[in-house]
């Protein structure tokens, strides 16, 4: 069977986001965060002031570098937490007037401005990339983080309890944060091709809940099988669910509507059976084609050799055997 093993590694390379690109994705949060603190501090001195905890890819080091668009620029969707902490429930004010007050404090903080969006408030970046602003209230009585939704009421959510969770995965399975890398990949580019793909979040999850690895050590082996033991289970009756393994344990799948989820699932069902065909495949670059047409031209096959891998062991075998009988 074809072997793309390395070709994973050449492509994960390019999909892992640089160490310089993170630094200066940190430098950009810290002059947002100090922005926030000195407009809460000169604006409501009186009040709790903010704190905040970095969530999402970069917390969880699954940040991808994006696929350029025709300017030449790739977008980063970074999350950002602030939190407003307290004993005493009576101290939280109303979702509105967080979201206010924050977007008061970041509006003019770019070029590109700020947006206030339901879930969060967003910063723009002239680069392409952006900071996505969760508000949370944490109520220390009763040890719950509160997200300030703006579509809906106060309801329990832990993003710190989310990244331990992440961590703990990626210590107890084999290679889990590239894994995660893959399929993040692959539904960036799906994206980039129009089609509604879950999230970041939604697909670390699921890697998770039907991860597999191998003992040839390979990853492309390991993504077929992911693949396989997702789509084989989610496409049967009652079984499209992603449950969040921390508080509130929600189902993401649940808002979903039947065309999203039909759209997801016939994506998932044709990259499950290209990675299948690509395994079974005797011939590294016919497969490794199979792999690009669902990751894009990142995913080189520029090194994979265009033979029938079958042909060159029985070649190298005869070479063997015709030079021991003159040894």
Same mark, same amino acid.
């Not at 969530?55 to 668009?69: E, F, R």
């Not at 903080?109 to 990339?129: F, I, M, S, W």
């Given at each position: 069977?074809?072997?793309?093993?390395?070709?994973?590694?050449?492509?994960?390379?390019?999909?892992?986001?640089?160490?310089?690109?993170?630094?200066?994705?940190?430098?950009?949060?810290?002059?947002?965060?100090?922005?926030?603190?000195?407009?809460?501090?000169?604006?409501?001195?009186?009040?709790?002031?903010?704190t905040f905890f970095?969530?999402?890819?970069?917390?969880?080091?699954?940040?991808?570098?994006?696929?350029?668009?025709?300017?030449?620029l790739g977008a980063?969707?970074?999350?950002?937490?602030?939190?407003?902490?307290?004993?005493?429930?009576?101290?939280?004010?109303?979702?509105?007037?967080?979201?206010?007050?924050?977007?008061?404090?970041?509006?003019?903080?770019?070029?590109?401005?700020?947006?206030?969006?339901?879930?969060?408030?967003?910063?723009?970046?002239?680069?392409?990339?952006?900071?996505?602003?969760?508000?949370?209230?944490?109520?220390?009585?009763?040890?719950?983080?509160?997200?300030?939704?703006?579509?809906?009421?106060?309801?329990?959510?832990?993003?710190?309890?989310?990244?331990?969770?992440?961590?703990?995965?990626?210590?107890?399975?084999?290679?889990?944060?590239?894994?995660?890398?893959?399929?993040?990949?692959?539904?960036?580019?799906?994206?980039?091709?129009?089609?509604?793909?879950?999230?970041?979040?939604?697909?670390?999850?699921?890697?998770?809940?039907?991860?597999?690895?191998?003992?040839?050590?390979?990853?492309?082996?390991?993504?077929?099988?992911?693949?396989?033991?997702?789509?084989?289970?989610? /496409? *049967?009756?009652?079984?499209?669910? &992603?449950? %969040?393994?921390? @508080?509130?344990?929600? $189902?993401? =799948?649940?808002?979903? +509507?039947?065309?999203?989820?039909?759209?997801?699932?016939?994506?998932?069902?044709?990259?499950?059976?290209?990675?299948?065909?690509?395994?079974? /495949? *005797?011939n590294p670059h016919?497969? &490794?084609? %199979?792999?690009? @047409?669902?990751?894009? $031209?990142? =995913?080189?096959?520029? +090194?994979?050799?265009?033979?029938?891998?079958?042909?060159?062991?029985?070649?190298?075998?005869?070479?063997?055997?015709?030079?021991?009988?003159?040894?």
């Open positions: 069977m074809a072997n793309n093993h390395e070709q994973f590694k050449a492509f994960h390379d390019s999909i892992k986001a640089t160490a310089t690109r993170r630094n200066t994705l940190k430098k950009n949060r810290d002059a947002l965060r100090d922005k926030i603190k000195k407009y809460f501090k000169e604006n409501h001195s009186d009040y709790i002031q903010p970095w969530q999402g890819s970069y917390a969880m080091h699954t940040l991808l570098n994006p696929i350029k668009d025709e300017d030449g980063y969707d970074l999350d950002d937490g602030i939190y407003f902490e307290s004993d005493d429930i009576n101290d939280r004010k109303s979702i509105e007037w967080y979201h206010n007050e924050v977007y008061e404090a970041v509006k003019d903080h770019t070029d590109n401005g700020a947006e206030d969006l339901k879930p969060c408030v967003r910063v723009q970046y002239a680069d392409g990339h952006h900071i996505d602003l969760a508000i949370y209230f944490l109520y220390t009585e009763e040890d719950k983080t509160m997200l300030a939704h703006k579509a809906e009421p106060w309801h329990e959510s832990n993003p710190d309890e989310m990244i331990a969770w992440f961590s703990d995965e990626c210590k107890s399975k084999t290679k889990f944060r590239e894994l995660v890398r893959f399929m993040k990949a692959w539904c960036e580019y799906k994206r980039s091709e129009g089609v509604k793909m879950p999230s970041g979040c939604i697909m670390s999850m699921l890697t998770s809940e039907y991860y597999q690895w191998n003992d040839e050590n390979r990853y492309d082996i390991a993504m077929r099988d992911i693949l396989k033991n997702m789509y084989d289970d989610l /496409s *049967k009756d009652g079984h499209f669910h &992603c449950w %969040r393994p921390v @508080a509130p344990g929600e $189902d993401l =799948f649940d808002n979903y +509507t039947k065309s999203r989820k039909d759209t997801f699932l016939k994506e998932l069902k044709s990259f499950k059976e290209d990675a299948e065909k690509a395994i079974e /495949s *005797k016919d497969a &490794c084609i %199979r792999w690009q @047409a669902h990751f894009g $031209d990142r =995913f080189s096959c520029s +090194t994979a050799k265009d033979e029938d891998e079958d042909a060159s062991k029985k070649e190298f075998s005869g070479k063997m055997r015709y030079n021991s009988q003159y040894a």
